[in-house]
């Protein structure tokens, strides 16, 4: 079982819509990181939360500690907003690991 | 400089040839993480350089792999002997402080393609 599980793999929605993208961990972790990668572009970090929640603009990251989990949300979907979503967690030995992303696809 | 610096941005060579990435970080940050994404693949840890302590070495793939840091400035991946297995998006990441406790920041990352 990876450490860091995202979910879902893959998501299409429509342009409007509410998104939510789920991240579960198993190891103990000193914060969460959601980080963003455009098709054929950079990593962009868009949130780092170690407790409650966290809002930027229609961005908004939540994160539970007792229950090992972290949601994204989009609210008001735009197509660019398509992209690569990553959770990656930032262990107690110091380094991150990553989940294996989900891709997201907004259609106009 | 105003973030994360990878060089060169593109490199081609050729299997059993040696390759040197370079990273510079942002001034003043102290973690430095090295990555690298194969073509539809996740990030794949490699190394991770934390101020002066020694660096977490667990994620290089083989004897082949190396990198170096010298204090918080400039790290250096190379790659000894390559394979086209090799080939991959190699990316650096640095942040202010270790253990995440900090944003990210990554650089636009080195493709490198063996042949």
């Known amino acids: 079982k990876n450490e860091v599980e995202q979910s879902p793999q893959n998501l299409t929605a429509q342009e409007g819509e509410f998104i939510t993208i789920n991240c579960s961990y198993s190891v103990g972790i000193s914060a969460l990181h959601w980080l963003q990668q455009h098709p054929g572009g950079g990593i962009v970090s868009l949130f780092m939360?170690?407790?409650g929640k966290k809002k930027h603009g229609r961005l908004i990251a939540t994160i539970n500690i007792q229950e090992k989990h972290s949601s994204l949300h989009i609210t008001a979907s735009h197509p660019r907003d398509s992209a690569v979503y990553i959770c990656a967690v930032g262990g107690s030995q110091g380094n991150l690991i990553f989940g294996k992303g989900t891709k997201l696809s907004v259609k106009p | 400089g105003a973030g994360v610096s990878q060089s060169p941005s593109n490199k081609v060579t050729e299997k059993g040839k040696d390759v040197e990435l370079r990273c510079d970080p942002i001034s003043g940050h102290t973690a430095l993480y090295w990555y690298r994404q194969s073509l539809g693949q996740g990030l794949e840890f490699l190394i991770y350089f934390q101020g002066n302590s020694a660096p977490d070495k667990s994620g290089l793939p083989s004897d082949r792999f190396s990198a170096e840091r010298t204090g918080e400035s400039v790290s250096t991946l190379t790659i000894q002997r390559t394979q086209q297995e090799d080939s991959a998006v190699y990316l650096c990441?640095?942040?202010?402080?270790?253990?995440?406790?900090?944003?990210?920041?990554f650089g636009n990352g080195t493709r490198l393609t063996v042949t």
């Open positions: 939360l170690s407790s």
């Open positions: 990441a640095s942040s202010r402080q270790t253990r995440g406790f900090s944003p990210l920041h």
